[in-house]
């Protein structure tokens, strides 16, 4: 069964400062996997995926994600954050299913950024 | 191009009553997933449909709750006999094929109140 765990229930970071928010997934073949952002009372917008390929995906908004499978991991950054970016954010990961089209979410991060 | 539309965005519901979640995925997309979001936790999955096949329901309660998608018109979530704890925000997403290869549009959120 397919898991993704986000360590970070909140981050607080200063504008223009650097991100890294973390995740690691359980999975057991190639995985396939997602970056949502979610504002508050609005719906998830995808930033990224990562489906093969080079493991630096670059994103929407300025955002990257790098997946490393020694580390079963798929972390999310940004170089200099802005007060905007202020949001819940949660790594997914596609299903290990063939019949099956559904993502398992982690619980989120929510993101904080100070002035 | 119209994203994925729910509604109604706010739904209060009295205990005991149906309560019925629309969904209608972005024009072109035929597949359709319904996620729920609980308070301060991560999203659910709930049922994975295509026109007129219910392809995953293993996130679906066992009881009161149903989901199709018909030919014509949007996907219908519904609730029977709602209690409180069926409160919370009910994700909409298409994807017009499998989620692999494209992550997943979703909807604003019905945000389901149950007094």
């Known amino acids: 069964a397919q898991s993704v765990t986000q360590p970070d229930i909140h981050i607080t970071v200063s504008e223009g400062a650097s991100l890294e928010l973390r995740c690691n997934y359980s999975?057991?073949?190639?995985?396939?996997l997602f970056w949502y952002v979610q504002s508050p009372g609005q719906g998830l917008q995808l930033l990224l995926k990562?489906?093969?390929?080079?493991?630096l995906v670059q994103g929407i908004k300025g955002f990257e994600a790098e997946f490393k499978r020694s580390q079963s991991s798929f972390n999310l950054r940004k170089p200099s954050v802005h007060w905007s970016d202020a949001a819940e954010y949660f790594c997914?990961?596609?299903?290990?299913?063939?019949?099956?089209?559904?993502?398992?979410f982690g619980d989120g991060t929510t993101l904080t950024v100070k002035p | 191009n119209a994203g994925v539309m729910q509604n109604p965005r706010h739904l209060v519901r009295r205990r005991g009553q149906e309560a019925r979640l629309r969904c209608s995925p972005m024009?072109?997309?035929?597949?359709v997933y319904w996620y729920r979001q609980l308070p301060e936790e991560g999203l659910k999955f709930m049922v994975y449909?295509?026109?007129?096949?219910?392809?995953?329901e293993s996130g679906m309660p066992k009881e009161r709750f149903s989901a199709e998608f018909p030919k014509e018109g949007p996907s219908i979530l519904r609730i029977q006999q709602v209690v409180r704890g069926d409160s919370a925000a009910y994700f909409c997403?298409?994807?017009?094929?499998?989620?692999?290869?494209?992550?997943?549009?979703f909807g604003s959120g019905t945000r389901l109140t149950v007094v």
């Open positions: 999975y057991g073949a190639t995985p396939y």
């Open positions: 024009k072109g997309h035929s597949h």
């Open positions: 449909l295509q026109k007129e096949n219910i392809i995953d």
């Open positions: 990562y489906f093969s390929g080079d493991t």
């Open positions: 997914a990961v596609g299903s290990d299913n063939t019949n099956a089209g559904k993502s398992t």
């Open positions: 997403a298409s994807s017009p094929k499998r989620t692999e290869n494209y992550g997943y549009t």
